[in-house]
C-alpha cells in the first residue's frame, strides 16, 4: 500500500471510530452519528469520483455476468480514479478503480483471470447495495462493520486486516469464487 492508500484507509477508520466514541448517548445521538457518517461517506466519495468519468459494463460483459447478481448490472458504473493506486472502492453501483489498465481491460473486455476476479468482487459490493436498499443503509452498513472489525493488537497493516475482516468484504470474496467457479465451469464446455 502506498502513503497515500494508508492514509485514505485510516482517515475512513478514524472518523466513525470518533463519531462513536462522541456520540454514545441514546436514539437522538445514535441518528446523528449515523446521519454524520453518511455525511462522512458522501463526502469522501465526492472525492473520490472527482474528475472521473463514470462509464457503462460493456453489454458482452453484462450477457456473461448478470444472471450471477441479484442486482441489475445495467446500472452498474466503472471507472479509473488517480485518488489512490492498486486498490478499488465500490460506492453503491459505482466502482472505482485505481489501475488505468483494470479499466481499460473491463472496456475492451480483456480483462486475464485476475482482474476478472477483481471484478467479480467488485459487482459482489453492488449487489450488497441492491440487497440493503441503497447507498445510505450501504454506507451505514460499512460503517458498522469496519469499527466492529478493530480489535487489538494495532499494527502497521491494521488498516488491511480491518478491511479484510469485516464481513461485506468476506461475502465479497465469497461471491467472487462462487461466480468464477461458474464462469470457468461454463467456458469448460
Known sequence: M????????????????TAFLIWPFGNISSWFADWNLY???????SWVGDKATLEKIPQPLI??????????L????????????????TDCYNVYFGDKKMTDAIK????????????????????????????????KMWFKQMISSIKPPYTSDLVKKIHDKMPMETQA?????????ELKKSSAK
Request: glycine share 4%; hydrophobic share 30%; charged share 30%.
Open 74 to 89: 445495467k446500472d452498474t458504473r466503472f471507472s479509473y480514479t488517480g485518488k489512490f493506486k492498486d486498490l478499488a472502492m
Open 63 to 72: 450477457d456473461k455476468l448478470d444472471k450471477y447478481y441479484d442486482n441489475n
Open 2 to 17: 502506498t502513503k497515500k492508500t494508508i492514509t485514505l484507509y485510516t482517515f475512513l477508520v478514524a472518523v466513525p471510530l
Open 108 to 139: 475492451n473486455n480483456t480483462m486475464n483471470e485476475t482482474q476478472t476476479r477483481w471484478l467479480l468482487h467488485e459487482l459482489a459490493h453492488t449487489e450488497q447495495c441492491y440487497k440493503i436498499n441503497g447507498r445510505k443503509n450501504y454506507a
Open 173 to 181: 470474496e465469497s461471491k467472487k469464487e462462487a461466480v468464477w467457479q
Open 39 to 45: 455525511g462522512v461517506y458522501k463526502t469522501f466519495f
